[in-house]
């Protein structure tokens, strides 16, 4: 009966591990499945709509073949078209068949060249989420969501690859492949051990086997030993032949099966934790259903404002203006454009007026918004340095073609704090600049903060700025007397006289709200120092090297006047609040030295 069940053991073993083999050979079906884009006319751009990629489930990946570079990004889809619409391109979208289909889509502009297309490159451009560039052959792995679009180009001139292919991953897991093999591996160890345990029994139902030794030659007599002593050794030598034996087919047996089970990966077996979601935290704000998606992302906003301390890297190493102002503009480029000047002349001037991003983002505010001009601002701090202060800047994307650039760059003091504002994902509103809202609409802040320079105790400001903005105001208005100190020490009180004044500047404010009700106001204030002779004999000696740099000249009849640019970030507080004016952060640079004719 033992042999019975050996069989059937057996048997049943081979079926399971056949069956468990199968399903990870001839069972398994393809891995991926494929989509291949046909373009018809050739243009300098490709655009997929993101139901193309989302036509399956699971990872997208992209496929494009063409000589040369190849360049692929993807952007929301309203922000991609208005990119594209001063060119034509071939757009690729999915029909109600679920099938892909290609349109030539038109340019809805003139382009600025009048030529058919733009030639635009689109590498580099601040608009796109992410970008991948390659030669010849690009693979590309992403997850696009809904209202989401793909480029695909090479440099804007040349016509775009048109060998693309896209592919989603199949559902190859065999959960029951590892538990077959393993069950089909315990039954041919039991086969096993039913089958020796089936022999032994038979051979003990036979019983001993004894055979007399053959007649000795009579001329080797030899002693002989007793009959019990030869019948016991005989039966230990079977025993120890059919031991090992017994073992020799047992154990590759098992060797098999347990090589089986081990190459088996986890999709050969159950995933019971599956099921079970993982909890996650719930955002404590929540975005209304009218609202605009941000301008940029998180991710985006690392990249523009990593390239954008890059580039001025390479510009104040240079001295480039032309490339500063690519990411550069109003006050934050008129300080630079500047000490570049005075440093191509002045030997050992020194990089301290020099201010770019501190490296990482720690707080990215961007303005949610579907049109332009868009604005972001950023906190940046240096991970490598703890006493390189924070740096605040606002950066504004003039159009779709166009890159962020710096309007407003300000140290941020350790005695600052920044207000509650909302997170990256939801982007925050702009404040007009006429807005009643706030205690003080910011068109009104630059020219707040210079009268309280100015006239200080006498200001209609006082008791509205906050400590850190009444120091900033004190350490000016002590440079000014320590000027004018100077002048009367040198003798030239008699006959110079020293005129200073605060203004705003001509730079639009930029503001954009808090969670409080209030807002973040970046502005810019000019303050001027004018020196002018009392006598009409007199003549004006101009000292410092920076000065006579700018102006060319050692004297002047008439006097000189400086001037110096400041930037200033506020927390302006709601209307009706109790709160006072914060300052966040400020900078100032030498804008210019001009002799008065």
């Given at each position: ?29 393809p ?55 001063d ?16 349109e ?20 580099g451009?601040?608009l796109?989420?992410?970008?991948f560039?390659?030669k ?11 209202g ?53 029994h ?6 001993p ?10 001329t ?15 039966v ?5 032949r ?24 986890a ?8 099921g ?11 975005k ?14 690392q ?12 510009a ?9 102002e690519?990411?550069?503009?109003g ?19 020194k ?21 332009w001009p ?11 340095d ?24 300000a ?27 706030l ?27 906050d ?7 004190k ?8 000027i ?19 203004v ?5 404010p930029?503001?954009?709200a ?10 810019s ?25 700018l ?13 110096y ?12 609040s109790?709160?006072q ?17």
């Amino acid at each position: 009966m033992r042999f019975v069940w050996a069989v059937v053991a057996f048997v049943l073993a081979t079926v399971l591990i056949g069956l468990g083999i199968a399903q990870r050979t001839v069972f398994m079906g393809p891995s991926e499945q494929r989509m291949t884009l046909t373009i018809d006319d050739s243009s300098p751009y490709v655009m997929v709509d993101a139901d193309v990629l989302r036509a399956h489930p699971g990872l997208q990946t992209l496929m494009v073949r063409d000589k040369g570079d190849i360049f692929v990004a993807y952007a929301r889809t309203e922000d991609m078209t208005a990119w594209l619409s001063d060119t034509a391109y071939d757009h690729v979208s999915l029909t109600k068949s679920h099938k892909p289909k290609t349109e030539l889509v038109e340019a809805k502009q003139q382009p600025a060249d009048g030529g058919e297309t733009s030639g635009r490159s689109p590498v580099g451009s601040d608009l796109w989420l992410d970008s991948f560039a390659d030669k010849d052959a690009l693979v590309a792995e992403m997850q696009l969501t809904k209202g989401n679009s793909v480029l695909i180009a090479k440099d804007g001139v040349k016509d775009a690859p048109t060998d693309i292919l896209v592919s989603w991953p199949l559902d190859t897991r065999t959960p029951w492949a590892g538990p077959l093999i393993s069950l089909g591996g315990l039954l041919l160890a039991i086969g096993i051990v039913l089958y020796i345990l089936g022999i032994r029994h038979q051979r003990r139902g036979r019983g001993p086997r004894r055979k007399g030794p053959g007649p000795l030659p009579e001329t080797q007599p030899i002693t002989m030993p007793e009959r019990a002593e030869i019948e016991q050794g005989t039966v230990e030598s079977r025993a120890a032949r059919r031991t090992p034996r017994r073992l020799a087919i047992a154990i590759p047996a098992l060797a098999v099966t347990a090589l089986l089970a081990t190459g088996c990966t986890a999709d050969s077996w159950p995933q019971f934790s599956a099921g079970t979601p993982t909890p996650t935290p719930t955002p404590t704000v929540i975005k209304p259903d009218s609202q605009n998606p941000p301008a940029i992302t998180e991710k985006q906003g690392q990249r523009i404002v990593g390239d954008i301390a890059k580039t001025l890297a390479k510009a104040d190493t240079d001295l480039d203006a032309t490339l500063a102002e690519t990411r550069l503009t109003g006050a934050a480029l008129a300080g630079r454009q500047t000490e570049y000047a005075l440093r191509s002349k002045i030997a050992d001037r020194k990089a301290t007026a020099l201010l770019s991003p501190a490296g990482a983002v720690k707080i990215l505010l961007p303005e949610a918004t579907d049109s332009w001009p868009r604005t972001a601002l950023a906190l940046t701090v240096a991970e490598n340095d703890a006493k390189k202060p924070p740096v605040l800047l606002t950066m504004t994307q003039a159009d779709p073609w166009a890159n962020y650039r710096v309007t407003a760059m300000a140290d941020m003091p350790a005695s600052s704090s920044f207000p509650d504002v909302a997170p990256a994902w939801l982007g925050t509103t702009r404040v007009p600049a006429e807005s009643a809202f706030l205690s003080l609409p910011p068109s009104e802040l630059a020219g707040a903060f210079s009268n309280f320079v100015d006239a200080g105790d006498k200001s209609e400001f006082v008791g509205r700025f906050d400590e850190l903005s009444q120091k900033l105001a004190k350490a000016v208005r002590d440079s000014r007397a320590d000027i004018v100190s100077r002048a009367a020490a040198s003798g030239a009180a008699s006959t110079s006289t020293a005129v200073f004044k605060m203004v705003p500047s001509d730079n639009e404010p930029v503001s954009l709200a808090t969670l409080g009700s209030g807002a973040v106001v970046s502005v810019s204030v000019l303050d001027t120092q004018t020196i002018t002779p009392t006598n009409p004999d007199a003549v004006i000696k101009i000292t410092d090297e920076p000065s006579r740099v700018l102006t060319g000249v050692s004297e002047a009849s008439k006097g000189y006047t400086t001037t110096y640019g400041i930037q200033l970030f506020f927390v302006v507080p709601a209307q009706g609040s109790n709160e006072q004016i914060r300052l966040l952060a400020y900078h100032q640079d030498l804008l210019s030295v001009k002799v008065i004719k």
